[in-house]
């Protein structure tokens, strides 16, 4: 078989996978390259939200001060993998000058206008797929079991801009509900409406999967080492030796980016934040959207007949052994909460978000290589940015201009000026 096609798609996580599919609609040949470890990356493991009030980036002060409160030794969400300070140690430096208010506010703009663009694309993808069923748009819920936390978290979200989503108080109904599926006494809770979830995130990548090789989208397994350019055109050579040289290849690989974009000559600081996730069935769980329990640092999703609590960020090799009392810590959740996971045989995975060090994805045309495109760097946001990303990557593909002012994204910010 000639794998000769006229785009690469480095990466078949969702980013990857919708960047494809975009591709091949805009008339394009398209060949995703995907290295099909083993390993389920966050595409999969995801907790399926789609986070369109998420508009502050995480590199705010607001987010450093609140930094040592929510380390994992204090039963927060935070922690570093000491031994792998090589790998996140340089990232911090970075993230810490990100943290400066004007960056910030820079930043929230840049979000913004992707989040507002966001839920669009995501029901024109879904439409796409012949499966519109697969984003449920019921928003979230948000709760505390605390007065303290509870009067907390309703203070933060009074302030917070939250672009197309609105926030209100929870009906009788809904808190009715939900004290019937938690054991302890919850002391408040909010609604989200205006965002909601991805019904089912295994069965979104296999309907992405399917149309693009229905469309006659090829995928192959494979490493791609290394990126650089020959006579003005992209040059792929896979860790097998074999080369490619189509028109334009697009760097989709998540953490793995980065590596392949200083391969070709660029700095891209992507790193590592590690999340975790239990599951199991969902007994009776019910049709409830997703439930943000805050003072856990955790999400309870539904997918289908399954049940995933997700939570943590821990910097880290991207490569490193999972730390099993992240996965103990969620079963003692569950079990406080009295979810059918404590009761379940849970299954447990572990994955990584990859994170520039201003929380914004990086997302633009190469300057050094010729036809090399990027998008990776989606951090907590990938799957709700994932449509969008796939519309801007084949506007760049197919040389027109995209509908969003890409230049906060362009990876030129972390060079030296
Ligand atoms: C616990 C957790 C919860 C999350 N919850 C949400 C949520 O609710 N909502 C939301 O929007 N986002 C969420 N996210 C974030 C989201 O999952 C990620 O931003 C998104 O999955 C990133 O997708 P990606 O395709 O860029 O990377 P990945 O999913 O990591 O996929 C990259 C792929 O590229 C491949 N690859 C890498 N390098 C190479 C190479 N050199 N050659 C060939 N292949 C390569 C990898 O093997 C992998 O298959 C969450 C993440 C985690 C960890």
Redesign the pocket.
Known sequence: MTWSRDAVI????????VCALATLRNGMSTLI?????G?R???????????LEQLAPLASLAALRAAPGRLFAFGGPLDFRVRDVSAWGPWALRYLKACNPKATKAGTQALSTLLAAAGPALRALVQDLGAPDLLSEHGHLMVWESPRTAARGRATWGAAETGTVRIRDLSEGEAATLQTRIAPPLADGIAFDGGGQIADVSLLLQTLDELHRARGGARRA????DICEVEGRPHVTLDDGTTLTPAVVVI??????G??MRSAGHVAPVVA?????IEGPAGDWGDLP?VVFEDRAM?V?RFADRLRA???VEFADARSPADPRKWARLRDHASALGLPLAHAETATWM????TLPDYLPAIGRSRRVGGLIY??G?????????ALTGELVADLAVGRTPTIDLSPFDIGRFEPV
């Open positions: 480095v990466g078949g996580g969702v980013i990857g996978a390259i995907d290295d099909a470890s390993e990356p966050a595409s999969y493991g995801n907790a399926g939200h789609i986070a494979g490493r791609v080492a989709a690989g998540g953490v793995g980016s590596a392949l934040e590690r999340g975790y996730h997703p999400i999703t997700s939570s943590f994955g990584a978000r990859p998008a990776f989606h951090q907590h946001l990938g799957l709700t940015l994932s």
